[in-house]
């Protein structure tokens, strides 16, 4: 009878030990993520609006400035839109040297 309750104590205190870590461990994840957020390390994805470090891997140079994409996705998209944008002005001054 008192192995049966030594067992049953037991499992209770490994169960909380470990659920417990478990909560700490999320807290900890969540308050590490919001003092990078707001020391500056963290900046915003121009395509999603997601927020991601600064020593992600995922970037893209634009002249002096440099972007941080939250994935490859995101940056492809912002490679095209670029390439469209600069498609768009080459032909408009294209189109210009025609006219004149």
Do not use: N
Not at 3 to 25: E, S
Not at 63 to 76: A, L, P, T, W
Not at 84 to 99: I, L, Q
């Amino acid at each position: 009878m008192y192995r049966w309750l030594i067992l049953i104590l037991a499992g209770f205190i490994l169960w909380k030990l470990f659920t417990g870590d478990k909560k700490r461990k999320k807290a900890q994840e969540k308050e590490d993520k919001e003092s990078l957020l707001a020391t500056g390390e963290m900046v915003k994805d121009p395509m999603c609006g997601a927020f991601v470090s600064k020593d992600g891997d995922i970037r893209v140079r634009e002249g002096d400035k440099v972007h941080y994409f939250c994935s490859y996705e995101c940056r492809e998209k912002y490679v095209k839109m670029l390439q469209g944008d600069t498609a768009s002005v080459g032909s408009e001054t294209g189109d210009a040297k025609k006219d004149a």
